[in-house]
């Protein structure tokens, strides 16, 4: 692509409302940030849901974890980056999650990438849910086997296709269902135990992504499969430890098989250089935090805000759909003049025409930061909704 036709598709963009420009931050992520050099603003656009990207006592596990391993990890896991913070972290992780095994990936990103094409080949199928976050549909692409795609959360159509694949599927094709348990710009969640009763029927296989909730929902923030019982009856557990974690990396947690086969088949997992030892150990200790009474804490002053802005809200996401993406850039303008920091998410992250406002809470948070955006955005709604607004605030 030449500079010229660079400049065009920029312009087109931009003429769409559709431009994205990065936004400098001058300060760590937390309650408050400074931007571009301005004055600090309350942020509530980041998904450190537990307010622990900036904490005291991981800094100074972190600290300490960086003088006892070092730096870097030199190599792929495979070539000679296995240490034993990495096998540490993942024998916690198989334990918290209730499975017989668990991968780290450098992140959420690559462990749905390397994970759906190590599974699923070109004579499988794979059916999503139409807000399937990009990294699991890039995973689908990449697989090469043929995908099914069902209108969010709808049992009815994803049985639909079921039932067409098991009139197609051929003796050894395999057919992998895959969603997420809290989706990640509605803040929704996925009828998860109907799907299991679902994908056992038909004898399919089912990959969840806890990336928005684990650490935020369940018994000890072990997710929404763990609050509903489901951990053993889903083949393959995804998420993040770069959400309510406050650190950075992806894992998948499943059968010992499962596991040993991702190890020589994905790609994401073998080519890449291993995590830094000091995070994974840090990731480690994290999980103690979360499970623990002090996770337990967080949890529940951000439940509280939970309930300030909408009672009983499912997730720590909260979206207001406005429609028009120049209508949530402008919305989302007037809330930082007025000290608020909440993006307008727009086309391909959500579907064209459902543009909005997308605030996450944190237990960072004070009580009066998130009444201070309950009234702003009562404000906001007045101004930029066509009625009937999105949400009601109560
Ligand atoms: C953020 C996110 C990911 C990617 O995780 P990273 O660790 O940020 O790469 C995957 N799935 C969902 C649903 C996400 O929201």
Known sequence: MSQREAEQELDALASSGLLRRLRRLDSPQGRSVKLDGQSAVLNFSSNDYLGLAHDPELIAIFQEYTARYGTGS??????????????????????LKHTQAALTFTSGFAAATGTIPALCKKDDILILDKLCHASLIDGARLSGATLRIFPHNDLDRLEQHLDWVARKRGVDSRVLVV????????????????????????????????????????????????????????????????????????????????????????????????????????????????????????????????????????????PVLLGENETALQASDALLKAGFLVPAIR??????????????????????????????????????ASAPASISLS
């Not at 959500?350 to 009562?378: E, F, M, N, W």
């Open 179 to 318: 969603t997420e348990s809290v989706f990640s710009m509605d803040g929704d969640t996925a009828p998860l135990a109907e799907i299991c009763a679902l994908k056992e029927s038909y004898d399919a296989m089912l990959l969840v992504d806890e990336a928005h909730a684990f650490g935020v929902l369940g018994p000890s923030g072990r997710g929404l499969a763990a609050a509903l019982g489901l951990e053993n009856r889903i083949d393959i557990q995804m998420g993040t430890f770069s959400k309510a974690l406050g650190l950075s990396g992806g894992y998948i947690a499943g059968s010992r098989p499962l596991i040993d086969l991702l190890i020589n088949r994905a790609r994401s997992f073998i080519y890449t250089t291993a995590p830094g030892p000091a995070l994974a150990a840090t990731i480690r200790d994290a999980l103690d935090i979360l499970t623990g009474t002090r996770g337990d804490a967080l949890r529940h002053s951000l439940a509280r805000h939970r309930d300030t802005i909408i009672p009983g809200t499912p997730s720590a996401i909260i």
């Open 347 to 384: 086309y391909p992250t959500v579907p064209r025409g459902s543009a909005r406002l997308r605030i996450t809470l944190s237990a960072a948070h004070q009580d009066t930061d998130v009444a201070a955006l309950k009234t702003a955005l009562s404000q906001i709604i007045t101004d930029f």
């Open 74 to 95: 030199g190599a792929s896991r495979l070539v000679c980056g296995t240490m034993s913070a990495h096998l540490e972290l993942e024998d916690a992780m198989a334990a």
